[in-house]
Each structure stands twice: as structure tokens, then as C-alpha cells.
């Protein structure tokens, strides 16, 4: 037996770990006191973020990219897999390895679970609705997807994960589910990732234009992590949820200038708001119905987002 079979605690293989959300499930799930095997090959993510886990014992760091062939590690009780590039311009940079993270990465680690008997969480997001003609959107739409777009390297590698989840669950018993994330912001994200949080913050605090894409009419809901991280737990933990999709994001929603608007009073700026062109296939609005994370989890978002702002710009700040 070894010392993890000896130790009881449930061992848990996070993907993307150094990531921004990554780094907090890692965090929270240390915090539960289980054991944490987290894999990030940091081409997005930072080890910086793991710097407070790195001091438990419980805790591990591979750097290792998921789609080549996983380590034996021993035995496994829970795999979340977050590992991808996920901000846009991100994934525009890499293109191919967030295709692959994605699809081959995603399938590598199916294949894992099934051999471990590990439960598995793949977490999917908004974009699998692309600009989408449902508002709010439920798990049941199926989406309005530009397939080779410039998006379509993240949008088209996660619906195809999806797939793949789906395929193991019902070919291979797999107790896997899948998560929608939705726009989610807070403490760790780059300040040069290129979304509209950590820009319009630290063009705020450094008194640069703050660039509003297009008109500023387009919406999003924004999830501040703590609450995201809550949902990941509950939907990989809670009972009856092999084989479910479920939205996790606050239903909250701004338009981009209102939100421009809002950073730029919190932090007291004398940054100028600007309009530039609006990306290519940008949605134009964006709103989980989260009914069914409400019902199936018991979950729903807690911190409003003028706290979760606050929370932010103070850790940017301290940059
Ligand atoms: N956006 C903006 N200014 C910025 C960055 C983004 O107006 O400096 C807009 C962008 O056009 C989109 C929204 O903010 O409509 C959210 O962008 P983000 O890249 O954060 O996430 P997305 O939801 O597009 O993946």
C-alpha cells in the first residue's frame, strides 16, 4: 500500500492548475484536506499562484502537459480538468495547443478516470453558445457557433470535449459532468490576459484609456471565483450528477460600458473611456439561467459585484 492508499484522504488531480481558477479550486480543495496532484505545463498559468499550496504536504506540482500520456500517480478519487488557455487573446496566441488541451487532453484524462474509477469534472464554458439567439441561455440550447471562426480553436476544441465526456459516460460508465463556465474574474487573473476585467483595472489604477470594444452594448455576467470554485465542488461532489451539464455563473449582467463605467468610479480614476473596433465574433450579450445549478446543487452565487470588484482591484494593486 502506498502513502496515499495509507493516508485515506481523497486524492484529487487538478489540470491547469496554475491557472487562475485552477489555483483556487487547488486552494479550496487543500483546504478540505485532501490530497492535490496539480498538473499545469504554465504555458498560461503561473506557479506564483501556487505559492500559498506549495507549503502543504498535501500538495503536489507536476509540470506536465495533459495531453501527452499521464504518470502513474496511484490511486485517484476526483480529476477536475481546467487546463486551457481561456482568455481570447490567449487562445488566439495558441490556437493549437488549446485545441488539443481540449480534445486529446480531455480524452487522456477520460481514459485516466476510467482506470482509476475517479470521478470527473471537464469544464466547458459560455462560448459553446457562441452569440446566442437564447437569452438567458440554458444548458438545453445548443448554441450559435462560428465552427472555424477565430474563437472556434477554444469554442468548437470545448463542444468537442463535451462530446468526449458524454461519449465515456455513456460508452464507459465514466461518472463524469461537465460545468459551462461563465464569465468569472478575481484575484490571480494575469493583469495582461486581455479580458475585460483585468483591463479595464489596470488601465483604471494606471490612468490609461480604458477600452470599451465596439459601442459597449454587448453584455456579460461576471462571477466573481470564490463562487465558482463553490460551484465546481458541488457539481463534482453532490449526489446524481454523472452525466449533467450545468451553467455556473452569476446571473448578474452589465453592459461593457456601464462596467467601464462602474471600474473606473470604484477606483477613482481619471482614465478616459475609449471605443475601439468590436473583435471578431464577439457575443453580443451573455446571461447563464442557472436554475439548474440552483435546483440540482443547491449553489448559487454569493458575492455581488461590487465586493468581488473591490477584492480585485485591491489584489491588482498590490502587483
Ligand atoms: N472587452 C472590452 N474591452 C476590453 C476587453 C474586453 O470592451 O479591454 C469586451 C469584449 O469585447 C467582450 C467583453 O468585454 O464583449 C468580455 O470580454 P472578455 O475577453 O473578458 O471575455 P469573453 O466573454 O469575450 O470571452
Redesign the pocket.
Known amino acids: 500500500m502506498n502513502e496515499l492508499q495509507s493516508s485515506g484522504k481523497p486524492v484529487c488531480v487538478v489540470t491547469g492548475a496554475a491557472g487562475f481558477i485552477g489555483s483556487h479550486v487547488v486552494d479550496a480543495l487543500l483546504k478540505k484536506g485532501y490530497k492535490v496532484f496539480a498538473l499545469d505545463n504554465l504555458l498560461t498559468g503561473n506557479e506564483k499562484n501556487l505559492t500559498e499550496a506549495e507549503k502543504n504536504p498535501d500538495f503536489t506540482f507536476i509540470n506536465f502537459d495533459v495531453t501527452r500520456e499521464l504518470p502513474v500517480l496511484g490511486p485517484i478519487n476526483y480529476i477536475y480538468h481546467l487546463a486551457s488557455p481561456a482568455?481570447?487573446p490567449d487562445y488566439q496566441k495558441y490556437p493549437e495547443e488549446t485545441a488539443l488541451v481540449n480534445t486529446v487532453g480531455t480524452r487522456g484524462l477520460l481514459k485516466v478516470a476510467k482506470a482509476h474509477n475517479a470521478k470527473f469534472l471537464f469544464t466547458s464554458t459560455s462560448?459553446v453558445y457562441g452569440d446566442p439567439k437564447e437569452h438567458p441561455q440554458k444548458e438545453t440550447y445548443w448554441g450559435n457557433v462560428n465552427p472555424n471562426g477565430v474563437r472556434a480553436c477554444y469554442d468548437e476544441a470545448k463542444r468537442f470535449g463535451e462530446m468526449m465526456t458524454m461519449l465515456y459516460v455513456r460508452n464507459q460508465g465514466v461518472d463524469a459532468r461537465i460545468a459551462r463556465i461563465f464569465?468569472t474574474y478575481g484575484p490571480r487573473m494575469r493583469p495582461t490576459d486581455?479580458?475585460?476585467?483585468s483591463?479595464?483595472i489596470n488601465q483604471a489604477i494606471q490612468s490609461k484609456p480604458m477600452?470599451?470594444?465596439?459601442d459597449?452594448m454587448?453584455t456579460?455576467s461576471l462571477c466573481f471565483v470564490s463562487d465558482m470554485v463553490s460551484g465546481l465542488i458541488a457539481l463534482m461532489e453532490s449526489e446524481k450528477t454523472k452525466g449533467e451539464v450545468v451553467n455556473l455563473g452569476n446571473p448578474e449582467e452589465y453592459t461593457?460600458g456601464d462596467l467601464a463605467a462602474k471600474i473606473k468610479m470604484m477606483t477613482g480614476s481619471d482614465s478616459e473611456i475609449t471605443h475601439t473596433d468590436?473583435?471578431p465574433d464577439?457575443?453580443t450579450k451573455?446571461r447563464p439561467d442557472i436554475t439548474k445549478a440552483k435546483t440540482l446543487l443547491g449553489w448559487e452565487p454569493q458575492v455581488r459585484v461590487e465586493t468581488g470588484l473591490t477584492e480585485t482591484i485591491a489584489y491588482y494593486k498590490t502587483l
Open positions: 482568455s481570447v462560448e464569465n486581455g479580458r475585460v476585467i483591463n479595464f477600452t470599451v470594444y465596439g459597449g454587448q456579460r461593457m468590436l473583435p464577439d457575443p451573455r
